[in-house]
């Protein structure tokens, strides 16, 4: 049943057996899994239906770091789906693998691991079916072999088409459960403990015009975003002291986003075939996309963190390429540009004998961030309208992470020229000693790391169940776990670790 | 000095395009380089900008090491030979940035080569 917070009278305190914090893709998730398996649960979402002013503006932010971190929370049912692109593949096998060259990197589960909760993922965010090979979805009119002996790898994303709401997709299905029952306007902003801080008795709840109530339950689960959650646990500390899951002041840090930026130009005469084989198609049921990155081994012997980068036809306008595109617009119009320019561009076309027109594309990165502990969200001096701290974000991006999109650029660079695909060139940015980032870098709204997992609580904040270190009945659900991001967008992954909760919880507590 | 140091390397390494050593500019003909660009003197302006370059100019010899396969008997460069040089730079990674644009060392070699040449004949 869905009933609202806002609609019922003044009563005493709530209780229930499983408390759900979120209705987003984990929470909702969560829900349904547990609701299926005959277990009963309450989801509270701090909105509504719908998107409310009110109710929005309590997830402003304070910004301290990179830009690009505004706009991502939405709360109402759904959450963040509700203005996702649906965008899913799953993280790569040597995503989930300590790596060398990665500090803190690892998993405490590995691939094979989630395997199997990847392919009910892919069902819950409305996906036809599961296959990530390329060659399996591409058909016959679409020949990427002239990438298979490369060293570099073309990964596909599917597309759930439209993006899956889920607050719509599921809505009645959780109006009707008898297991479910859905709290709107349900706006948690502390927790009580017992057992000694061990565990949590009851979340406050507090919405503007009424009065305070707790909710009561044996088990808690945070599934409320990459910045709420770890807002709730800070707030935590503040009000219990020491908090949950920071003995190690390790809550907010490792904050992480998928980089996404505009990063290179192709002269290509081959744009028509590039364009056909880099924009989304549809192969039966699927809408897929191939992406070019570096492949595993290479990936391994150059050090390098995970990244792919599409391929479209110069848009415009597009920074980082600008050089590149006022250069061939230039030269279009009969007019020269300086003469180096010039007469690099005339050497480039000659030695790819370019008999007709090139054209310019553009490449654009999607990528893994390395893990940062100096990336973190804090909590603010600004407070909502409740009172609780806003998140203070600041997101950080390193040396490794300009380094290794610098890398997988001359790979990608040296592998089309070789191939006759067309010449790369670097932005200058890219090719400073100190990177500055872009102005159009932003993080894809993937809000990742900031409770990661780790099976020693001295090196996250979540052990390999998603439990809160030191915790008895504190979980936490969504990307904000990740303790690695790969750079494939994280719905799906997310989605199926859930699954894999809701099996841990069950056999916690098999029925209600 | 950049330039003298090129030269003196070149003329040992490639009697065939018939460089003589610093002093006897005169002597230089043109190599059979330029018949790889359809813009000779383009390719060669390129390769005086590399020789300005410190990162690209620091050490001809690390740059230019490539190109002495591609000459034959005749003192005539093989295209063939080339596009496979070029080939076997980007496959191992070979390879230079000019201007961000990814090159192959061999044709960063061949357009400062041209500078090279056109320098000691002027």
Redesign the interface.
């Known amino acids: 049943m869905i009933e609202d917070l806002r609609q019922l009278p003044p009563g005493a305190d709530i209780d229930a057996d499983l408390c759900i914090v979120g209705g987003g893709a984990a929470g909702i998730t969560l829900a349904r899994s547990l609701a299926a398996a005959g277990r009963n649960c309450l989801l509270l979402e701090s909105g509504g239906l719908a998107l409310e002013a009110d109710v929005q503006a309590r997830s402003a932010l304070e910004v301290t770091g990179l830009g690009g971190v505004d706009g991502c929370q939405l709360r109402y049912l759904g959450g963040a789906t509700n203005h996702w692109g649906g965008w899913c593949r799953p993280l790569d096998a040597d995503d989930f693998a300590r790596r060398d060259w990665v500090a803190d990197s690892g998993w405490p589960i590995d691939a094979e691991a989630l395997a199997p909760y990847y392919s009910q993922a892919q069902a819950v965010c409305g996906l036809p079916a599961w296959d990530y090979q390329l060659e399996n979805v591409a058909g016959q009119d679409r020949d990427f072999g002239a990438f298979a002996q490369s060293p570099l790898a073309l990964r596909p994303y599917q597309f759930s088409r439209p993006p899956l709401r889920f607050g719509e997709a599921y809505r009645d299905e959780l109006g009707r459960s008898d297991r479910v029952r859905v709290l709107l306007h349900a706006n948690v902003t502390g927790f009580e403990t017992a057992g000694g801080g061990r565990a949590v008795a009851a979340v406050r709840l507090q919405d503007s015009g009424l009065p305070d109530r707790r909710v009561r339950a044996r088990c808690f689960v945070l599934a409320c975003g990459g910045f709420e959650n770890v807002r709730l646990l800070l707030q935590s500390h503040r009000q219990a002291g020491g908090g949950f899951g920071n003995d190690r002041d390790l809550v907010g840090r490792y904050f992480a986003q998928h980089p996404h930026v505009s990063c290179a130009s192709l002269l290509t005469p081959q744009a028509d075939q590039l364009e056909r084989l880099f924009s989304r198609f549809a192969a039966g049921d699927l809408i897929v996309r191939a992406t070019v990155g570096a492949g595993a081994q290479a990936r391994q012997s150059q050090q390098l963190l995970n990244g792919a980068l599409t391929l479209d036809r110069l848009p415009d306008p597009v920074t980082g390429v600008g050089?590149?595109r006022a250069l061939w617009r230039d030269l279009r119009n009969g007019e020269w540009p300086d003469?180096?320019?010039?007469?690099?561009w005339?050497?480039?076309s000659?030695?790819d004998s370019f008999v007709a027109s090139p054209d310019l594309m553009a490449f654009y990165a999607r990528l893994e961030q390395a893990p940062n502990p100096d990336s973190r969200i804090l909590l603010s001096d600004q407070v909502d309208a409740q009172g609780v701290p806003l998140p203070r974000v600041d997101w950080r991006l390193s040396a490794q992470d300009a380094d290794s999109l610098r890398a997988l650029?001359?790979?990608v660079?040296?592998?089309f020229?070789?191939l006759g695909l067309g010449?790369?060139?670097?932005?200058?940015w890219l090719?400073a000693t100190r990177v500055e980032w872009p102005a159009d870098l932003w993080g894809g709204c993937h809000l990742m790391g900031g409770t990661r997992m780790a099976a020693d609580p001295a090196r996250g904040v979540v052990d390999g169940n998603s439990r809160v270190h030191g915790m008895d009945n504190l979980y936490l659900a969504g990307s904000s776990v990740f303790p690695t991001t790969g750079f494939a967008n994280p719905t799906l992954t997310l989605t199926a670790l859930t699954l894999r909760l809701a099996d841990h919880l069950l056999a916690q507590a098999p029925r209600s | 000095m950049i330039r003298r140091r090129a030269l003196l390397w070149l003329s040992g390494l490639l009697p065939g395009l018939n460089l003589a050593a610093p002093g006897h500019a005169a002597a230089v003909s043109a190599p059979a380089l330029a018949p790889l660009f359809r813009r000779p003197l383009a390719a060669q302006q390129l390769g005086e900008h590399c020789l300005r370059t410190p990162s690209l100019a620091r050490d001809p010899a690390l740059l230019l090491d490539d190109l002495g396969s591609l000459v034959q008997a005749d003192g005539q460069v093989s295209a063939d030979r080339f596009e496979r040089l070029r080939e076997r730079d980007f496959a191992t990674g070979r390879i230079v940035l000019v201007g961000g644009w990814v090159m192959a060392r061999c044709e960063v070699s061949a357009c400062m080569l041209l500078a090279v040449t056109a320098e000691a004949r002027a």
Do not use: I
């Open positions: 050089a590149a003469e180096f320019s010039t007469r690099l005339q050497v480039v000659d030695l650029l001359l790979l660079g040296a592998e020229a070789r010449r790369v060139q670097l932005p200058e090719l």
